[in-house]
């Protein structure tokens, strides 16, 4: 398996634009995270997903926004819109029942 | 409400030296406690998972204690090399053991 996949990698974008991260979790892994992760505030669980339902969105900032799992290999992350305190490293991670979690390579988001 | 706190200042050590860095909590009673490493530009890494029941475990160089009378986890880095260089994060589940909550991280640098 090619492990977790996020793309894009890198995304520049100004203010005002809908921004969509896309993940790809190991197949067969049964919950799936994105996590937002800053030099400030760390590694921070914005929403968490079992068998494609999510089960917690407490982490989710504001109602700009939001995610979905469409089926068990893909999930989005939506901003919508974008700002420049959005601008961090966004990390999609999979696991078998939330023990060992699995992260992608993770997308830096820049908005200017 | 729920911490976990970990050195935000970097460690400092020589090649061959023993790292230990630390893990502490509050208002957490985690059935376990897991210990990843995140390299300049990627995710983190899953290292060792230690559960409650357990008070130490090893994996190669590597041994993380578990004490849950202190609330606190060590882990150590035996025969410490430049190549550990990374920053270590520690990982527990909150109390409804969905979702896996994530320290900020310790900065090791080992010195050749």
């Known amino acids: 398996d090619a492990g977790v996949i996020q793309s894009p990698r890198h995304e520049v974008t100004e203010m005002g634009q809908e921004v969509t991260l896309r993940c790809k979790p190991i197949s067969g892994h049964n919950s799936l995270f994105w996590y937002r992760q800053t030099m400030m505030r760390g590694l921070e669980l914005l929403i968490y997903f079992n068998n494609n339902v999510p089960i917690d969105d407490s982490g989710m900032p504001e109602d700009r926004f939001s995610a979905k799992m469409p089926n068990a290999s893909f999930s989005t992350l939506k901003i919508q819109p974008s700002e420049p305190r959005d601008s961090a490293v966004y990390f999609c991670?999979?696991?078998?029942?939330?023990?060992?979690?699995?992260f992608g390579q993770g997308t830096r988001l820049t908005v200017v | 409400s729920q911490k976990i706190e970990q050195n935000s200042e970097a460690l400092n050590i020589q090649e061959g030296k023993t790292a230990t860095l630390t893990c502490n909590y509050t208002?957490?009673?985690?059935?376990?406690l897991q210990w990843y490493r995140q390299d300049p530009g990627r995710g983190p890494v899953f290292l060792l998972l230690i559960r409650e029941n357990e008070k130490e475990k090893r994996k190669e160089r590597l041994k993380v204690t578990f004490d849950t009378t202190l609330k606190q986890s060590l882990f150590h880095i035996t025969a410490s090399q430049p190549a550990d260089s990374a920053t270590y994060l520690c990982a527990l589940p909150n109390t409804g053991f969905q979702k896996l909550v994530f320290g900020t991280g310790t900065r090791l640098l080992v010195s050749p």
């Open positions: 991670a999979s696991s078998l029942s939330t023990t060992e979690a699995f």
């Open positions: 208002n957490y009673s985690p059935a376990y």
